[in-house]
């Protein structure tokens, strides 16, 4: 019978391993650049009172907002560096680090 010049069992192992090492060789910031910036004008992040600069938010409009409140210490943001980041809410989208929308949550 013919022998495979490759083992089964090696080649998903190399599969496997190839999918757990890319992802970690990525550039830092590579995901942010392919993202679209959110804007204050977009249907979702006006309806979530998304505002780039959280200093410009009005606290009698937006009542749960506190000053000490960014999307940099927010649970959503995604990891990286950077200005803009990834947030969990807005998919495709990056979110401006010292910004703030409505559903705010303390990073733990
Ligand atoms: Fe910023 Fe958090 Fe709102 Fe995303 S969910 S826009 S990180 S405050």
Redesign the pocket.
């Known amino acids: 019978m013919h022998k495979p010049k490759f083992d089964r069992r090696q080649l998903l192992k190399g599969a496997l391993l190839g999918a757990a090492v890319l992802p970690a060789l990525r550039p830092e910031g590579a995901d942010a650049a392919a993202l679209v910036k959110?804007t204050e004008d977009d249907p979702t992040g006006k309806a979530?009172g998304?505002h780039i600069d959280a200093k410009k938010v009005d606290a009698k409009a937006f009542p749960t907002y506190k000053p000490t409140?960014?999307?940099l210490n927010?649970?959503?943001?995604q990891a990286g560096t950077g200005n803009d980041r990834g947030?969990?809410?807005?998919p495709g989208k990056s979110?401006a680090v010292g910004?703030?929308?409505k559903?705010?949550?303390q990073k733990p």
Do not use: D, I, K
């Open positions: 959110l979530l998304y409140q960014t999307c927010c649970v959503q943001l947030c969990n809410l807005f979110v910004g703030w929308c559903v705010w949550v």
